[in-house]
């Protein structure tokens, strides 16, 4: 899937091609590189911000996935090893810094997981929760993009820790997650109001996935001493203009932290998140919706579909299961 004409505004089916190739890349021995064979791609906002900033027109569109080592001339993967990591949407990719790739060591739950409730979005929402928000029990906490990879996982790690959690979503029916209340965004022609319904007393934490509007209903909204932790901005990354944040003042108010953080500076807890996530994903504590996309070829409509709120769930792209 490449590449093909410049974004400006919302990104576009248009805007991306699926091209055949009979090339297949080759790794050398002691290359420091790997060839691997892709298997699941996610559909992440961050691929936007990679294909805006780092990707050259003409090339494909890199993103996480999940993926099968063909060829090794690295001295941590062998052939047969899964991982995964940043790869590029295409059939065979060359990565050259596996470095950067998780080995996949546990396979007795779908592989596709791994593009979200245990990798790099399940790892933001527990970095993010747990690092971050500095959650204590009995908080009240309210989600934007409640039901997207992050946040059905943000509701869900709060709801086992004993919090009081209300999420925001596109649709009522997206609210699958067991979370105290939740609302549709959409239907509510008064964001504040709507907050207050559910927050009679304020927020302690606001887990922001979304900025804009939102972002400045609940800065009316917040406890003293509350959080808000900034993950991000999606009701932003498609406009030429982001909005502009009236309410900060609430911030000094309220003694309000507000912090941004990304989640790669939190990749050395990756074990320990496994230790905790694992044994709750067996025992069936957390619930785990997937929006699958079956072949390459639908990749282009697949991502498009998350910036638009279609996809419900973590929206997947199918490439080989095998
Ligand atoms: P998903 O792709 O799973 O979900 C995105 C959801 O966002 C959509 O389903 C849609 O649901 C909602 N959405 C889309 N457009 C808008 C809009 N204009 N206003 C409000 N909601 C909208 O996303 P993730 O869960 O993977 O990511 C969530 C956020 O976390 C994103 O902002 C992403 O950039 C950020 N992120 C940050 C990281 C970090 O390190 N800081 C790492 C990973 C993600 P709905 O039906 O509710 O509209």
Redesign the pocket.
């Known amino acids: 899937v490449i590449y093909r004409e410049k974004v400006q505004g919302s990104l576009k089916e248009t805007h991306l091609e699926v091209r055949t190739s009979s090339e297949r890349p080759k790794a050398d021995k002691d290359s420091g590189a790997i060839v691997v064979k892709n298997l699941y791609l ?5 691929n ?2 990679l294909i805006k900033f780092s990707t050259q027109l003409g090339s494909p569109v890199p993103g996480y996935g999940v993926a099968r080592v063909l060829e090794s001339g690295h001295p941590n993967f062998k052939k047969g090893d899964l991982v995964w990591g940043i790869t590029r949407w295409e059939e065979y990719s060359l990565i050259t810094t596996p470095e950067t790739c998780f080995k996949i060591e546990h396979t007795d739950v779908p592989l596709s997981y791994y593009t ?1 409730l245990l990798g ?2 399940s ?3 527990y ?2 929760f747990f690092e971050v928000c500095s959650p204590k029990k009995g908080d009240t906490v309210f989600i ?10 943000v509701g869900q790690f709060a709801k086992l820790f004993g919090c009081y959690v209300v999420g ?4 009522k029916e ?1 609210n699958k997650f067991g979370f105290d209340d939740a609302f ?3 239907e509510e022609l008064d964001l504040d109001a709507a907050l207050k319904r559910c927050f009679p007393e304020g927020i302690d934490i606001y887990f ?5 509007k ?1 972002l400045d209903a609940v800065l009316l909204n917040m406890k003293l001493h509350g959080r808000i932790t ?9 406009l030429e203009q982001p909005e502009g944040i009236h309410n900060l003042m609430n911030l000094i108010l309220k003694r309000v932290r507000m912090e ?6 939190y990749y050395h807890l990756y074990p320990k998140f496994l230790e905790t996530a694992l044994p709750q994903i067996k025992e069936g504590k957390i619930v785990y919706m997937e929006d699958i996309a079956e072949g390459l070829e639908n990749g282009p409509s697949a991502l498009v ?11 997947v792209v199918v490439v080989s299961r095998e």
């Not at 934007?144 to 996982?153: D, E, F, K, T, Y």
């Not at 922001?208 to 804009?212: A, L, M, Q």
């Not at 941004?260 to 500076?265: C, H, I, L, Y």
């Open positions: 996610a559909c992440d906002p961050y936007l911000h979200g790099m979005p790892m933001t929402a970095a993010g934007s993009a409640a039901s997207g990879a992050v946040g059905q996982l925001s979503a596109g649709s997206k549709n965004y959409k922001d996935n979304v900025g804009g939102m900034l993950c991000g901005m999606i009701s932003q990354y498609n941004g953080f990304v989640v790669t500076d579909r998350v910036f638009s709120g279609r996809n419900f769930g973590k929206q």
